[in-house]
């Protein structure tokens, strides 16, 4: 009986290790002005630390959070002069471990972005 426990043990362990904290960036790509949005999710109490990182790989934007039954997110305004290029966003958690996702800052052009906007000419 004492092996099965340990054998429990040793997989509940091993799937903890494999675990990794899924990182979703909505949107993927923004301009300049912008909000995104960092979705995680992990581990249920667990806390995380996010970090942004921009093209020259200076921190501009950390937060800690703590998951709800295992998800979290933050919202982080793109500064209007913020540089353009990929962004790495860092997720760090305390039980599930870390990854790595990239949020792509691309210049607006032509003003301001309108969902299904229809040209009049069209």
Known sequence: MKAK?????????????????????????AAPGSIVTISITGQDAETCGIEIRD???????????????????VQWGIPS???IGNYTVHVSCTTSG????TLTVTPLVGGEVKKDYVHPSS
């Open 55 to 73: 093209p020259a790989n200076t921190v501009v934007f950390a937060k800690q959070i703590t998951l709800s039954n295992g998800a979290g997110s």
């Open 98 to 101: 870390a990854a790595t996702t």
């Open 5 to 29: 426990w340990v054998l429990a043990a040793c997989l509940f362990a091993a799937a903890l290790a494999l675990a990794v904290p899924t990182i979703t960036v909505t949107p993927s790509t």
């Open 81 to 83: 002069d913020a540089r």
